[in-house]
């Protein structure tokens, strides 16, 4: 089952993964040095994952010569020579740059990819090893946040998820007219699958209305479906009650795309009494 830390956990795996993919496509740079390549993509990455703009720029330029004047890695980097002293002191201290001098002029050279991957990898266990006790600090404080907001349809698909790896059945109210295709595609693909493998199963109500019916019938993988008269027989917003004390409200509406995710057990009970109640008298 998915805690709070193992989301995290993969979440965090996830981005290493990235991480080492393009760290791999650089070693086809120190292999190939005037191999073409998506400007600026390989910069971006490493900017991502804690070089500045400049410390990327210059680590690329290195990198492709493999060992290169200190005057000559400013021009190829179109940056400042004085600028570029200060770099490579910078990144000298972080350990991906070296300097030798020959015939009293400064050379620079790069550190190979593969070590930084084993870096990288090595950062990655140190993460992982004292994260537990990060999330116990923030879920320990008498004034942690009882509310989170998110937007957009990744954060949609980030508050789904996190409720399929709750430790026990969960429950909620759905209109499968309202949703994006996209996240319709993303539940079926990656939601109901951790579901299935965690061996907890959903119970959605929703309004009866023939796109709800076609699906009560035709997606059944550890969720069940019931049906209710609701007045307006649409839901504008998805509801998921999971955990003990999680609310996840989701709205579909066009340019309201957006998910609240509350912390309270009182409130959490309320609706799950109000859930039952409805869940007994449904078809």
Same mark, same amino acid.
């Given at each position: 089952?998915? #805690?709070?830390?193992?989301?995290?956990?993969?979440?965090?795996?996830?981005?290493?993964?990235?991480?080492?993919?393009?760290?791999?496509?650089?070693? #086809?740079?120190?292999?190939?040095?005037?191999?073409?390549?998506?400007?600026?993509?390989?910069?971006?990455?490493?900017?991502?994952?804690?070089?500045?703009?400049?410390?990327?720029?210059?680590?690329?330029?290195?990198?492709?010569?493999?060992?290169?004047?200190?005057?000559?890695?400013? $021009?190829?980097?179109?940056?400042?020579?004085?600028?570029?002293?200060?770099?490579?002191?910078?990144?000298?201290?972080?350990?991906?740059?070296?300097?030798?001098?020959?015939?009293?002029?400064?050379?620079?050279?790069?550190? #190979?990819?593969?070590?930084?991957?084993?870096?990288?990898?090595?950062?990655?266990? $140190?993460?992982?090893?004292?994260?537990?006790?990060?999330?116990?600090?923030?879920?320990?404080?008498?004034?942690?946040?009882?509310?989170?907001?998110?937007?957009?349809?990744?954060?949609?698909?980030?508050?789904?998820?996190?409720? #399929?790896?709750?430790?026990?059945?969960?429950?909620?109210?759905?209109?499968?007219?309202?949703?994006?295709?996209?996240?319709?595609?993303?539940?079926?693909?990656?939601?109901?699958?951790?579901?299935?493998?965690?061996?907890?199963?959903?119970?959605?109500?929703?309004?009866?209305?023939?796109?709800?019916?076609?699906?009560?019938?035709?997606?059944?993988?550890?969720?069940?479906?019931?049906?209710?008269?609701?007045?307006?027989?649409?839901?504008?917003?998805?509801?998921?009650?999971?955990?003990?004390?999680?609310?996840?409200?989701?709205?579909?509406?066009?340019?309201?795309?957006?998910?609240?995710?509350?912390?309270?057990?009182?409130?959490? $009970?309320?609706?799950?009494?109000?859930?039952?109640?409805?869940?007994?008298?449904?078809?």
């Amino acid at each position: 089952m998915l #805690s709070a830390y193992s989301l995290m956990k993969c979440r965090f795996e996830y981005r290493l993964s990235i991480i080492v993919l393009y760290l791999q496509v650089l070693l #086809s740079v120190e292999t190939f040095g005037n191999m073409l390549y998506n400007e600026g993509m390989f910069e971006k990455i490493l900017e991502q994952n804690g070089l500045n703009e400049k410390e990327a720029k210059l680590y690329i330029v290195v990198l492709e010569a493999g060992e290169i004047p200190l005057g000559r890695a400013a $021009q190829k980097a179109k940056l400042k020579r004085s600028t570029v002293y200060s770099l490579v002191d910078v990144l000298k201290k972080k350990g991906i740059l070296s300097t030798l001098k020959k015939n009293g002029i400064v050379h620079v050279s790069a550190l #190979s990819p593969r070590l930084l991957i084993e870096r990288f990898e090595h950062s990655a266990e $140190q993460a992982k090893s004292v994260l537990p006790g990060l999330l116990d600090l923030a879920y320990a404080s008498p004034i942690k946040p009882r509310l989170r907001f998110y937007e957009g349809m990744d954060a949609l698909k980030q508050i789904l998820f996190e409720a #399929s790896g709750s430790k026990e059945d969960y429950i909620g109210f759905i209109d499968y007219t309202l949703m994006p295709k996209e996240l319709y595609k993303y539940i079926t693909a990656k939601v109901a699958p951790q579901r299935k493998k965690n061996g907890i199963i959903l119970r959605l109500l929703m309004p009866r209305n023939k796109t709800n019916e076609l699906i009560k019938n035709e997606y059944t993988l550890n969720v069940a479906h019931r049906l209710v008269e609701f007045p307006s027989r649409k839901n504008h917003i998805e509801i998921l009650l999971y955990e003990k004390s999680k609310i996840g409200f989701l709205s579909f509406v066009k340019n309201e795309m957006f998910g609240v995710v509350l912390d309270s057990e009182a409130i959490h $009970q309320t609706l799950k009494d109000l859930f039952f109640l409805i869940w007994e008298g449904a078809d």
